[in-house]
Every structure is written in structure tokens, then in C-alpha cells.
């Protein structure tokens, strides 16, 4: 069966951004509107304290927002964290949930990732669930069997009849400037794209799989070809807006 997933090319800005970098989005929103039509859907992630102004400022030129991460609940006692129902308060339509800097610096199990999705779903906002091996694990051959362990518990079932994204970002890849080979990213996006079947059925079909970790403008239009690569999750590369153009560009 062939199913045609939309692709999206998703920006996550991390702890980069103040107010200033609006200059960035609004230079990228200049590309997007004068060039020809992107091919992607486009998003930003760009840190809460951001969210709201990247939203009113991309509402003209089609871009996007995201959140980084939201909480499990939607409101009570919980100091510094955000509610999903904020994001989506403040104009953001996705939410990066389980990146793997969250789950190493705040140790997020598979089960509070999953949460986290639900809330995001139930906030009527689209959950970006990040999975992803660390180095010693491909090394050890068990890149696969992680990252579908990461799956099963990462994504809810609520994925059956609400979009979620699925991102593969192999923790060795980011930030370093390496990537895996054409070859390994499409044995990793086949195995979570089976995963998925298996799991949903044709639904699965329809699930997009992003490929994250050092995606560049060099090598954006080889990793976004590879079968079962709908788009990417784009960290470094997100905060210059030429760099990211031409990544989109490459859809
Ligand atoms: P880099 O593109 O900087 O490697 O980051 C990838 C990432 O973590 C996106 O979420």
C-alpha cells in the first residue's frame, strides 16, 4: 500500500532565542513567501517565552509554532512547567515531547512521554514523540530493539485516530555534525514504520517518521529522500533562517 504523508520540516530552536531572533523568522518568512511555495509544512519550536510572538508573526507567511515539551497535566500545582493547553493558548499547533535532552536532563520515562503526547492530543495540539539510540547502544546492535521499546511506550494509543509524529533522532547525531547513512536511516525508519503497522494497522501507514540529529543544508536532500523519511526535526540548522530555507527547500 502507498500512502502520501505531507512532509514537515520541523525547527527546534532548544535554549536559543530571545526576542531578536524574530528577525531570523521574519528574514525565513520572506523566503517562503517570495520563493516558490514550500513543499513541507513548516514549523518552529521556539523556546515558550517565544511561542506566542513566533506565532503571531508566522500567522502571515504560513509558518508554524511548536512547543518543546509540555507537562503531563493540564494545570495544578507543578512551578516552571507548561501546560499543553497553554501552548495551544498562545497559538502553537505541535509539541516536541520526549526529545532526548529532556528524557537525559529530566529523566522522562517512555510512560511520561506518553502521557505528555496524551495531554498534547487531548489540548487538540499534534505531538512531535522523539525516540532515538545512544552510540553504545548501535554499537552494540540493539539501536532497533531501543528505539521500538521507546515506541511501545511512548506512543499512546490515541495515535490510532489522532496525528501524532514519531521523530528518530539517534542521540550520537546531534549536535555532532555525524549522521547515519542513508542505508541505516532507512533500516531505522522501515523498523518504526512496522512498528506502526503493526501496531495500527493501515493507520500506521499515515504516521509521519522525521529524521533528526546534524540534518544540514548539505546533506538535507539525500536524508529527506530516503524512503519513509517525511520530513525532518531540525536542531543547529533551525536558527539561521538561510540554513533552514535551503533544508526546506530540499523537500
Ligand atoms: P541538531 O540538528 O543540532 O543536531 O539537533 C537535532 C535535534 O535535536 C532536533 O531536535
Request: proline share 4%.
Amino acid at each position: 500500500m502507498t500512502t502520501t504523508i505531507s512532509p514537515l520540516i520541523a525547527g527546534n530552536w532548544k535554549m536559543n532565542g530571545t526576542r531578536a531572533s524574530l528577525d531570523e523568522l521574519s528574514s525565513l518568512a520572506t523566503m517562503l513567501t517570495t520563493g516558490a511555495a514550500p513543499r513541507a509544512i513548516v514549523v518552529i519550536c521556539p523556546p515558550a517565552t517565544m511561542v506566542a510572538a513566533a506565532a503571531r508573526q508566522g500567522a502571515t507567511s504560513g509558518i508554524l509554532v511548536g512547543g518543546q515539551d509540555c507537562h503531563t497535566e493540564g494545570s495544578g500545582a507543578h512551578t516552571g512547567d507548561i501546560a499543553a493547553g497553554m501552548l495551544a493558548d498562545a497559538g502553537a499547533q505541535y509539541v516536541i515531547v520526549g526529545h532526548s535532552e529532556r528524557r537525559a536532563d529530566h529523566g522522562e520515562t517512555d510512560d511520561q512521554v506518553r502521557r505528555k503526547a496524551m495531554a498534547a492530543i487531548g489540548a487538540g495540539l499534534k505531538p512531535i514523540i522523539c525516540v532515538g539510540e545512544t552510540e553504545g547502544q548501535r554499537d552494540a546492535g540493539e539501536a532497533e530493539a531501543v528505539v521500538k521499546e521507546q515506541l511501545a511506550g511512548s506512543v499512546p494509543d490515541a495515535a490510532e485516530n489522532h496525528e501524532v509524529n514519531i521523530a528518530y533522532e539517534p542521540i550520537w547525531a546531534i549536535g555532532t555534525g555525524r549522521t547515519p547513512t542513508s542505508e541505516e536511516i532507512a533500516a531505522m525508519h522501515a523498523a518504526i514504520r512496522n512498528s506502526l503497522v503493526e501496531r495500527f494497522g493501515e493507520r500506521g501507514m499515515d504516521i509521519r517518521i522525521l529524521y533528526g540529529g546534524s540534518l544540514k543544508p548539505q546533506n538535507a536532500r539525500e536524508i529527506l529522500s530516503v524512503e519513509n523519511v517525511n520530513g525532518g526535526l531540525v536542531g543547529g540548522a533551525s536558527l539561521l533562517a538561510n540554513d533552514f530555507y535551503t533544508i526546506i527547500s530540499a523537500v
